[in-house]
């Protein structure tokens, strides 16, 4: 069946009226029609009408059946409350202060600024595929999650939730740490109490997991160079067989691995710390690594003016791989890989205590006790403004 060009959806919400949220690919025409039937629009792009008189409210809806008409807008009556409301009163029975917003992508092609972020494999994921979603409402909690509320297609009642992120990320069907959605029940109360109590820690958990993987990751990735480097010092010659010759040639090879290492090791930097935070070595089977996890962040600690340097750099210079020489921006990286050298060597030594640790720490695991909050190292510059908060306002 062909998806109306113009379409308003109707709805109801206590605090505002008659709710009607536009859309289809002629979307304005469906704008048009409801401002000359008297509806309001809001600063979130919902239109609205008061219910309070309901002789006038009368009035208003056969002036919206009139005015569609005559804009070639259908009109679809929802048996669902507003969204917008759904998705506050969920948020304020989560844990901790979270928010909530809905977001509207009336033009069809808008519903595709929502794959980047979507951090999904399950029923979200084959909603969008599947259905035209033209809002859903976006729950923060002012920490960095963000979670996405949608009215389940093909049932009555019910709503989808899952996650949203701004991380780099693989498929998510071939990313084994991706949090699955869950299905909600109509009532706020009862969907916030599955949301804290089932998708809440398997979301924590996928967090925790993914960036373990991705300083393990990593840490291989600078492991195999470094065995290479090692190889080579140790027989003089490179894989090829071509003897090195002098020295100068091992210091540019070391340069080299420098610049490459530097590259992997801010993974560490970004995604060690936290975990770190939540290893507890007496509550595991080996206490005894309690001394390489000092180490470990002291060599964190080491590499905090590296990391600073970094992040400087790129705060002032965001487009600096444009700006500078492929070889100087090289020496960039080289000069920082350097001055972590040792910080990354003991990252090597110590890795496997820090997996077994980090493992045994996953949330809600035997050895995840409650801890202090941590002392992050310098994150990443605030990234650019996604498409999908430009989508919201349109």
Not at 137 to 146: I, R
Request: proline share 9%.
């Amino acid at each position: 069946m062909p998806i109306p060009s113009a379409e308003i959806t109707l709805t109801t919400s206590r605090p505002l009226g008659l709710v009607a949220i536009a859309s289809g690919k002629k979307y304005p025409q469906a704008h048009q029609a409801l401002e000359d039937a008297g509806f309001r629009r809001r600063p979130n792009g919902v239109f609205t009408a008061p219910l309070a008189d309901a002789q006038a409210a009368r009035a208003t809806a056969s002036a919206l059946v009139h005015h569609a008409h005559e804009h070639g807008a259908t009109i679809i009556t929802s048996s669902r409350p507003y969204l917008g409301d759904i998705g506050t009163e969920i948020a304020a029975r989560l844990p901790g202060t979270w928010s909530a917003a809905l977001e509207i992508y009336s033009h069809p092609l808008w519903q595709e600024d929502l794959w980047p972020m979507l951090w999904e494999a399950g029923e979200i994921y084959r909603a969008l595929e599947d259905h035209r979603i033209p809002f859903a409402s976006v729950l923060k909690n002012g920490t960095g999650t963000e979670l996405l509320l949608i009215e389940r297609p093909g049932h009555r009642s019910g709503y989808l939730l899952g996650a949203l992120t701004d991380r780099e990320q693989e498929d998510p069907h071939d990313d084994p740490t991706t949090p699955r959605s869950i299905a909600l029940p109509a009532d706020p109360g009862l969907a916030a109490h599955a949301v804290t109590r089932t998708f809440l820690p398997a979301y924590h958990r996928a967090l925790h997991n993914q960036d373990l993987n991705n300083v393990l990751r990593a840490l291989e990735r600078i492991r195999e160079d470094h065995q290479t480097l090692q190889a080579i010092k140790d027989c003089g010659r490179y894989s090829d067989g071509v003897p090195l010759g002098n020295s100068r040639l091992i210091s540019g090879l070391e340069r080299d691995f420098a610049d490459h290492a530097w590259l992997s090791y801010r993974d560490v930097l970004e995604h060690a710390p936290i975990l770190l935070t939540r290893c507890r070595p007496a509550a595991t089977p080996w206490p005894e690594d309690a001394a390489a996890l000092t180490r470990l962040r002291e060599a964190l600690d080491h590499s905090q003016d590296a990391w600073n340097e970094w992040n400087d750099l790129r705060h002032d210079l965001y487009s600096i791989p444009r700006t500078l020489p492929a070889h100087e921006w090289s020496q960039v990286r080289g000069q920082l890989g350097l001055a972590v050298l040792p910080a990354i060597e003991t990252w090597l030594a110590d890795s496997e205590a820090f997996e077994r640790q980090a493992r045994a720490a996953v949330p809600g695991g035997p050895a995840a006790l409650s801890a202090p909050s941590p002392r992050l190292l310098t994150t990443r510059p605030a990234p650019l403004p996604a498409p999908r908060s430009a989508a919201a306002h349109r």
